[in-house]
T-cell receptor, first 113, second 112 residues
């Protein structure tokens, strides 16, 4: 089954404790991205990757890091989480940009206390 | 740069009534336009997309949207609402070889 998986689905952590949210897709997609979803703000792109070893900042990259060492994986790293990073996070993949359909993971709900 | 505006963060309709969710876009070139749906506790999934082949686009679950260049609109409609349509709907725009931009979303409530 074609899918995007994220882990964990739910995470509660404390300020400053490094964490990683994993994302994996099995569709051989080149384009992957991370979004955060906040009430009233919709989806905002954090980082994206056009291909292996190619990553770039989205609209809200501060406080986040990503890596793309393999085509299927695109982890999101919070080196020192803060309460304002409490949010719902989605990973997405697609064949490319423009007309390509985005395939979304199920989401990771992160709470930073 | 492209942008998208969804009118109404919450819309309520009665079961069986017409659903109309509004979306206006801004783009300097012919855009690609999308509607995505998010059911509770799930990720987004594609409802339909406009790629310039036809101005009236039919999607899944009985939804359709019409591209109106003169009004820069891409409103989503469904003739008869069902309880299962309760979800959040996102309009999105992209340009050739560029990233997709999402609207802020409209939460659709279905009244019994």
């Amino acid at each position: 089954e074609a899918q995007v998986t994220q882990n964990p689905r739910y995470l509660i952590t404390v300020t400053g404790k490094k964490l990683t949210v994993t994302c994996s897709q099995n569709m051989n997609h080149e384009y992957m991205s991370w979004y955060r979803q906040d009430p009233g703000l919709g989806l905002r792109q954090i980082y994206y990757s056009m291909n292996v070893e190619v990553t770039d900042k989205g609209d809200v990259p501060e406080g986040y890091k990503v890596s793309r060492k393999e085509k299927r994986n695109f982890p999101l790293i919070l080196e020192s989480p803060s309460p304002n990073q409490t949010s719902l996070y989605f990973c997405a993949s697609s064949l490319g940009t423009g007309v390509a359909e985005q395939y979304f993971g199920p989401g990771t709900r992160l709470t930073v206390t | 740069a492209q942008s998208v505006t969804q009118l109404g963060s919450h819309v309520s309709v009665s079961e069986g009534a017409l659903v109309l969710l509004r979306c206006n876009y801004s783009s300097s070139v012919p855009p690609y336009l999308f509607w995505y749906v998010q059911y509770p506790n799930q990720g987004l999934q594609l409802l339909l997309k406009y790629t310039s082949a036809a101005t009236l686009v039919k999607g899944i679950n009985g939804f359709e949207a019409e591209f109106k260049k003169s009004e820069t609109s891409f409103h989503l409609t469904k003739p008869s609402a069902h309880m299962s349509d309760a979800a959040e709907y996102f309009c999105a725009v992209s340009e050739w070889d560029d990233k997709i931009i999402f609207g802020k979303g409209t939460r659709l409530h279905i009244l019994p």
